[in-house]
């Protein structure tokens, strides 16, 4: 368990509608990452916060944000969803102390598109 | 850019035989590098990292990987293979500089061990 919870796992839902996926990183962690794993893309980069501040943004797409709250958990949100947004979403952490910069994935939320 | 390459999408062989799976990368600076193993349906776990130091690092299931700076590698190793190492196994570069810490993810590579 690597400590970083997600929720839902599972979603599915229809084209055009609007979903929120929610991370909970670990402990004392300050840094949230998001990425997108797909077959055809392999793992991508979406977006990076860190003590509620956004520090760099991937290839996101307009339709989703993110946004991180005080007590650190953060939700990435999708609208206007497409067939090809049906991905593997992580949500990872980092203490990102010294020489601590390894991240922490959490067990994804699958998200189907139909 | 800062870039990884994982040239083999699979690697087969036999339980109790050594493992080597091949990253090479491409940075601007100092490369921060990572090894993660996914197993089926969950999420990346955390193998090892070279930051700095000794070019050999141990890290977690009797897995280490050897740094090599001048061929830009970071082969991750075994040497002795379990079945249950089965997986799916990345390497990742950490973005320097800035202040981020966002990966680059090589395309993976599918570990399948043979009893």
């Known amino acids: 368990d690597s400590g970083v919870t997600q929720t839902p796992k599972h979603l599915i839902t229809a084209t055009g509608q609007r979903v929120t996926l929610r991370c909970s990183p670990r402990?004392?962690?300050?840094?949230v990452y998001w990425y997108q794993q797909s077959l055809d893309q392999g793992l991508q980069f979406l977006i990076h916060?860190?003590?509620?501040?956004?520090?760099a943004k991937g290839n996101i797409l307009e339709r989703f944000s993110a946004q991180q709250f005080p007590d650190l958990h953060s939700e990435l949100n999708l609208s206007s969803l497409e067939l090809g947004d049906s991905a593997l979403y992580f949500c990872?952490?980092?203490?990102?102390?010294?020489?601590?910069?390894?991240?922490?994935f959490g067990q994804g939320t699958r998200l189907t598109v139909v | 850019a800062q870039s990884v390459a994982q040239p083999e999408d699979q690697v087969n062989v036999a339980e109790g035989n050594p493992l080597t799976v091949k990253c090479t990368y491409s940075?601007?600076?100092?490369?921060?590098l990572f090894w993660y193993v996914q197993y089926p349906n969950r999420g990346l776990q955390f193998l090892l990292k070279?930051?700095?130091?000794?070019?050999l690092v141990k890290g977690s299931y009797g897995f280490e990987a050897e740094f090599n700076k001048s061929q830009t590698s970071f082969h991750l190793k075994k040497p002795s293979a379990l079945v249950s190492d089965s997986a799916l196994y990345f390497c990742?570069?950490?973005?320097?500089?800035?202040?981020?810490?966002?990966?680059?993810f090589g395309q993976g590579t599918t570990l399948q061990v043979k009893p």
């Open positions: 990872a952490s980092s203490v990102e102390s010294g020489l601590s910069l390894e991240a922490f």
């Open positions: 402990s004392g962690d300050l840094s």
């Open positions: 916060y860190y003590n509620g501040e956004e520090r």
């Open positions: 940075v601007s600076g100092n490369p921060y």
């Open positions: 070279y930051i700095t130091g000794d070019n």
């Open positions: 990742a570069v950490r973005v320097t500089p800035g202040n981020t810490g966002k990966l680059i």
